[in-house]
C-alpha cells in the first residue's frame, strides 16, 4: 500500500519567507511525528500528533516552528521568517497507533534557506 | 532516555554476517532497544526491536546481552543494499505523549562488493 508522502521534496526560500511543508500519513494512522535531520546528523524529534491533538512540541526550536493536523490526517509543518539555520531535510513519520512500535517514515522534504 | 554508543563507521563484505554493536549501559528497566537504518536520500526504516530476549525477523537479529547494557544487530547476508547508517535508539515503549525519537549519529555500514 501507499507510504508516507511528503510534498514538496525539495524547496527553496529566501530568507524571510513563510514555508509550508505536507505530510500524508499511511491512512488510518493515528500517531504523526515531524523530525528535522541537518546534513550529516541523525533526525532530531520536532513534535507529535496523535489524531489532531498536537501532544508534544517540545522539540520546535522556536516560535516561528507551528505544526497542525486539524482533521487527523494531513498535517502541515509552518516556518516562518524562515532563517539560513532552518535548512535542513524535514521527515515526517506516521505509527499505526498507541501501543505499536514502527514508525513509517516519508522521504523528506529537503529545505534550503539562501 | 538512555544514552547509546556506537562505533561512526565499519565495513563488511557483500555475503557475511554484518554486525552491528551498541553500547547503552545505562538502559533502565522499561526501555526497549530499536534499531533502524537509513539508507542515502531516504527516511528512516524500522528494522528490529526487543526488550530482553534475543529477536528475529525477515530483515535481521537483535542480540542483547544479559545485563542489557549492550547488544548487537546481525545482518546475516549482507548486500550492498544494505549500505546505510544504523541508528540504535533506547526508549520506552510508551511514552504517553512523548513518543519521538532520539536518533544519534549511528553508525555508517558500508558493504564492500
Known amino acids: 500500500g501507499a507510504g508516507v508522502s511528503q510534498s514538496p521534496r525539495y524547496k527553496v526560500a529566501k530568507r524571510g519567507q513563510d514555508v509550508a511543508l505536507r505530510c500524508d500519513p499511511i491512512?488510518?494512522?493515528?500517531?504523526l511525528f515531524w523530525y528535522q535531520q541537518a546534513l550529516g546528523q541523525g533526525p532530531e524529534f520536532l513534535t507529535y500528533?496523535?489524531?489532531?491533538?498536537?501532544?508534544?512540541k517540545s522539540g520546535l526550536p522556536s516560535d516561528r516552528f507551528f505544526a497542525e493536523r486539524p482533521e487527523g490526517s494531513v498535517s502541515t509543518l509552518k516556518i516562518q521568517r524562515t532563517q539560513q539555520e532552518d535548512s535542513a531535510v524535514y521527515l515526517c513519520a506516521s505509527r499505526r497507533g498507541e501501543g505499536t512500535y514502527e514508525q513509517y517514515f516519508g522521504p523528506g522534504t529537503r529545505l534550503t534557506v539562501t | 532516555d538512555a544514552k547509546t554508543t556506537q562505533p561512526p563507521s565499519m565495513d563488511c563484505a557483500e555475503g557475511r554476517a554484518a554486525n552491528l554493536p551498541c553500547n547503552h549501559s545505562t538502559i533502565s528497566g522499561n526501555e526497549y532497544v530499536y534499531w533502524y537504518r537509513q539508507i542515502h536520500s531516504q527516511g528512516p526504516q524500522y528494522i528490529i526491536h526487543g526488550l530482553k530476549n534475543n529477536e528475529t525477523n525477515e530483515m535481521a537479529s537483535l542480540i542483547i546481552t544479559e545485563d542489557r547494557k549492550s547488544s548487537t544487530l546481525i545482518l546475516p547476508h549482507a548486500t550492498l543494499r544494505d549500505t546505510a547508517v544504523y541508528y540504535c535508539i533506547v526508549r520506552v515503549a510508551r511514552g504517553g505523549g512523548a513518543d519521538g525519537l532520539t536518533f544519534g549519529k549511528g553508525t555508517h555500514l558500508i558493504i564492500q562488493p
Open positions: 491512512s488510518g494512522h493515528v500517531s
Open positions: 500528533f496523535q489524531n489532531e491533538a498536537q501532544l508534544d
